[in-house]
């Protein structure tokens, strides 16, 4: 009874458990059945920066050089009107000299490939020799042993028999040593012809290298310096530039675009054709309607603004003939929902009576203020010499800052201990490689002289044994006559390989001979180098000027007892009768500046002002440096009269009275 009824609940646990299994999978096939209710649509403001950038310019990167930061010895004038394929900029690079010395190892390798494989005739010609003697006694081992035994005494006819045997198996060896010979020489040639094409490869690298030290204009177009990420000053030619480092750019005549980037989180509410209003710093009362053109499929970071991610945004400008837009300007891009433009406009209509230029006249502050710093139009760079294989210089001495010198008066002492010991080590292994160049033409007259004799002594050997072998056959016995003509086949083969042997010889003394020379010649011009180059260490003003003194990479000033490297600027020689002021002033400001405008300038430590006019701008908009992020506009401001007091290098503060009725309307037009 208890076994039924435990069954009995069984059952009926199992039914209710099928029962709520069934009805769990119609519950949640109604619900897969159920739609989704759409998203809501949202749009809210989203802003986010941009700078303006010309659609159709050409990059200037700088090249890839066995030195960094490259330094650049050629670079086109700012503002330079460039053809597609013109030379724009060249670095330094060892190239050049690497062509040089690879092109002398390539001609020694060739001279001694030759005299190695000529060596190795002269052993193939003596194995050869060998052989052909080791056939003719063969031969003659031959005759003696074919004697009948019963003419002969048994002594000899053994003596026969083993002679021929020893010949037989000499023969194997000398045809085995030729067979090596041979191979050898193969190997030899096989083994030149790598190390030439080897060295032909190196040649075509550094050709490559120097072509590649060279950038080209990929466009016509406006030739614009980039500036450096660390310091912010303008790349120029003399000057220092990481590689792969941007120096500039080709601006070409494309449509001018806002390129901005939006934060990660704000990417939903972007769509490509998507209409913005985008405004720009430098225009107080700019305003454009933008559309955005290309959005980048994945948010990259940009370490200058913090540690987010960002979509890389192209938008498209409509022409604003009225609006000067240039390059670098930065922008302010902003998506507007329908509520808030609605709102907007409203507010727009409610305040057209206010006049802008009223707005603008408020914003003008009384005095505009930043700093700049005193340069020269013409200056010279002073850096150590370039001496291969020296990457670093101690400064011995440096004529103090701001001192006038003369035309050929030393500014700068470098040393470079290294570079003596060198020079004498060259020194003294060229003088060695001339005495052995010296005493090997004495040994190659000694064996010329005895090639010529051994060649005639082969020939006089060859007629005397054509001599015996013309004897009447019927005065000579038969084993002597057969005999006498294996001779002269001999003979006459040995006289034909002693020419051959003479003329390998005198390859192998011409490569040994030319070699040399050019060894003698590497080193020459390795002498010739480290001469110029400890010539260089001692480096003298090439004209009259002012010494102004260079920073390093930590932004300190260059002193005496400095480390430098290759190619690094120590000083400035500036000439001081070509005197401005450049400055930097921020993006914002910019527009309350016009050519021609009056400016004062107030030397430190001085309280008098210098008169002067604002001569130009710099053509694009651009980052101060990497410590400060913010965008300026380059400003040269020249001297009314040049001062007495004011030198090279000397930091000074602009300002600009915005209460003179001609400033002031010039920001307002601005």
Known sequence: MKILATKKITSAVTC?????????????????????????????????NGEVQTS???????????????????????????KKGDVVLRVESQADSDVERVELELVQTRERGVR?????????????????????????????????????????????????????????????TFENAQMAIQRKLEDNGLAVKRLQIQIAFAKQQVDQSEVKAGRDGILIHGYDSFTGKRLDEGGHAMTGSSAGHIMGDGQLQVVAWVLEVDRPFLSVDQMVSVRFDAI?????????????GAPEPRAIWGSGKYFKVEIELPEAKNLPLMQGMSAQIEVENAGLTAKASASNVSKKNVSVSQKAAAQVPQELSFEGEVLSRQAI????????????????????????????????????????TRLEANRSAMKEKERSLEKIRLDHAEAEKASTLFVSEAKSNAEKAARKAGLP??????????????????????????????????????AEYRGLQSEIATLKQGVGLLEKGIRGLT?????????????????????????????????????????????????????????????????????????????????????????????V????????????????????????NMSVNGNKQAGVKA
């Open 16 to 48: 209710a458990l099928l029962a709520m299994m069934v009805s769990g999978t119609s519950a949640l096939a109604q619900t897969a059945q159920t739609p989704k209710s759409p998203a809501p649509t949202y749009q809210r403001m989203v802003l986010f």
């Open 473 to 510: 056959k019927e005065l000579v016995k038969r084993i002597d006559y057969e005999k006498f003509v294996i001779e002269r086949e001999l003979f006459e083969k040995l006289a034909k390989l002693a020419e051959q042997q003479r003329d390998a010889q005198s390859r192998s003394r011409v």
């Open 381 to 420: 760079n002073i850096m150590p010499p370039m001496i291969q294989r020296v990457w670093m210089y101690n400064l011995v001495m440096l004529v103090p800052e701001g001192s006038k010198v003369a035309q050929d008066q030393p500014v700068a002492i470098f040393e470079a201990n290294e570079v003596k």
């Open 116 to 176: 190695e494989a000529a060596d190795l005739e002269v052993k193939k010609i003596e194995a050869e020799r060998a052989l052909l003697t080791a056939k003719a006694a063969l031969a003659k081992a031959k005759i003696d042993a074919a004697l009948p035994k019963s003419q002969i005494s048994a002594l000899d006819f053994d003596k026969y028999q083993a002679e021929r045997d020893r010949a037989t198996r000499d023969l194997e060896v000398k045809h085995q």
């Open 284 to 296: 107080s009362d700019g305003h454009l309607q933008g559309k955005v053109k290309r959005i980048s």
């Open 633 to 656: 506009r380059d400003v040269e401001i020249e001297f009314d009269q040049f001062p007495k007091q004011v030198k090279p290098g000397t930091a000074v503060q602009i300002k600009v």
């Open 56 to 82: 159709e310019s050409f990059p200037i990167t700088v090249p890839s050089t066995n030195m960094n930061p490259a330094t650049m010895r050629f670079f086109l004038p700012e503002g330079s009107a460039v």
């Open 539 to 631: 480096v003298k003003a090439p004209r009259a000027g002012t010494i102004i003194h260079s920073t390093n990479y930590e932004g300190e000033k260059i002193t005496n007892g400095s480390k430098v490297y290759m190619g690094m600027k120590v000083a400035t020689l500036a000439d001081p009768e070509k005197l401005y002021v450049f400055a930097k002033i921020p993006e914002a400001q910019s527009s309350l500046l016009k050519v021609g405008q009056a400016v004062a300038i107030t030397v430190p430590g001085s309280s008098d002002m210098v008169p002067a006019k604002v001569k130009s701008f710099g053509v694009i908009y651009h980052g101060k440096s990497s410590s400060e992020p913010v965008i």
